[in-house]
C-alpha cells in the first residue's frame, strides 16, 4: 500500500505538489494568525464595554453634580444669570473630562491630545478676541451684579428690562416690547443707570406757571396731589413731599415737586402726578405759559 502512495505521489506533476505544500502552508498561516488575534479582540471589546460603562455612569454623575449646584445656588439666593453661567460652564468641563476618561479607556495618547488642543485653543483665542472680551464681561457683569436679571437699566445703548445675561451678550426688552442685544464687552465699559436696585425711587416733577400765578396756590395744589396719590409714600421721616420754587425762567415761574415712591410704581405715580396737576391746574385758573409768536401787521399807507 504504502508502494501505491508513493508511485501515486512521484506520478503527480511538481506544480501540482507545490499547491498542495502551499495551501496548507496558507491554512497554518491564517490559524495562528487568528489565534493571534482573538487576545487583542478581546481586550478591545473588554474596553469597549468599560467605555460604555463609563459613558453611562458618568452622564449621570454630571447630572447629579449640576442638579447639587443648582441646589446649593438656590439655597444660596444666587442671581439667575450666574446660575446658567456656573451650570454651562460646568456641563462643559465635565463632559470634556468624561471624553478624556474614554480615551485613555481605549488607549489613545491623550498627553498628545492635550497639546494639540491648546495649540488649536491659542488660534482660536488670537482669532476670537473680540469674542472672549465678551465673555470676560459677561463674567464681570455675573459677579460684580451692576443689575440683575429683571432689573430696569438704561446704557449708552438702549434701555429696558434685563432678560437674559449670556455669555457674549446681554438681552434687554424695551417698554415697547422689542429685544435689544447687547455685547457684553460694550455694556460693562459704559456707563448704567440701574433704576431698580433700590426699592425706592425719588420722583421729581417741575411745571411752569405764569408770572400772573398764585404761587402759593399752586405749590399747595401740587403737594396736595402728591399726598393724595395712592402711590407716593408718606409720613416716612427723610422722604417728605417737599414742593419749592425750582427757578425763574423767561416767561416761567418754574415749581419743583419731590416725593418717593417704590420703584416698580414710579412711572405709574409720574403719569398719574402730571395728569393731575394739570387738570387741577386748569381748574383752578393757573395757566401753564407755552412759547408763542405775536405777529403784528401794519396797513401800508397809500
Known amino acids: 500500500m504504502a508502494d501505491i502512495f508513493t508511485t501515486a505521489a512521484e506520478s503527480l506533476p511538481i506544480e501540482d505538489i507545490e499547491q498542495i505544500e502551499a495551501s496548507d502552508l496558507t491554512a497554518s498561516n491564517l490559524k495562528s494568525f487568528f489565534e493571534g488575534l482573538l487576545p487583542g479582540i478581546r481586550s478591545l471589546a473588554f474596553n469597549i464595554v468599560v467605555c460604555i460603562v463609563l459613558y453611562i455612569v458618568g452622564r449621570k454623575l454630571i447630572g447629579l453634580v449640576h442638579k447639587m449646584l443648582n441646589r446649593t445656588l438656590e439655597k444660596t439666593q444666587a442671581d439667575v444669570g450666574i446660575t446658567k453661567f456656573l451650570g454651562s460652564a460646568l456641563d462643559v468641563i465635565l463632559h ?8 485613555g479607556q481605549l488607549g489613545v495618547n491623550t498627553a498628545s491630545i492635550i497639546t494639540v488642543l491648546g495649540t488649536l485653543m491659542l488660534a482660536v483665542g488670537m482669532s476670537l478676541q473680540g ?36 455669555l457674549f ?45 398764585d404761587i402759593r396756590l399752586a405749590k399747595e395744589i401740587m403737594e396736595k396731589t402728591a399726598r393724595e396719590c395712592q402711590y407716593v409714600i408718606k409720613d416716612d421721616p427723610g422722604r417728605e413731599i417737599t414742593v419749592f420754587v425750582d427757578g425763574l425762567g423767561d416767561s416761567s415761574v418754574d415749581l419743583g415737586l419731590f416725593c418717593y415712591v417704590n420703584s416698580p410704581d414710579f412711572l405709574a405715580a409720574k403719569w398719574q402726578i402730571t395728569e393731575e396737576i394739570k387738570l387741577r391746574f386748569d381748574k383752578a385758573g393757573i395757566s401753564i405759559p407755552f412759547p408763542q409768536v405775536h405777529v403784528h401787521m401794519e396797513k401800508e399807507k397809500v
Do not use: W
Not at 470634556?96 to 480615551?103: A, D, S, T
Not at 459677561?138 to 432689573?151: A, D, Q, S
Open 96 to 103: 470634556v473630562f468624561l471624553i478624556f476618561m474614554i480615551l
Open 131 to 166: 469674542s472672549l472680551s465678551n465673555v470676560a464681561g459677561g463674567i464681570l457683569i455675573l459677579f460684580m451684579k451692576p443689575f440683575r436679571v429683571g432689573h430696569y437699566i438704561i446704557s449708552d445703548y438702549g434701555e429696558g428690562t434685563v432678560s437674559m445675561i449670556g
Open 169 to 213: 451678550y446681554t438681552t434687554l426688552t424695551t417698554k415697547d416690547n422689542r429685544i435689544l442685544t447687547i455685547p457684553n464687552s460694550q455694556i460693562s465699559n459704559c456707563a448704567v443707570t440701574n433704576c431698580t436696585q433700590n426699592p425706592v425711587r425719588r420722583l421729581d416733577t417741575i411745571v411752569g406757571i405764569s408770572y400772573d400765578a
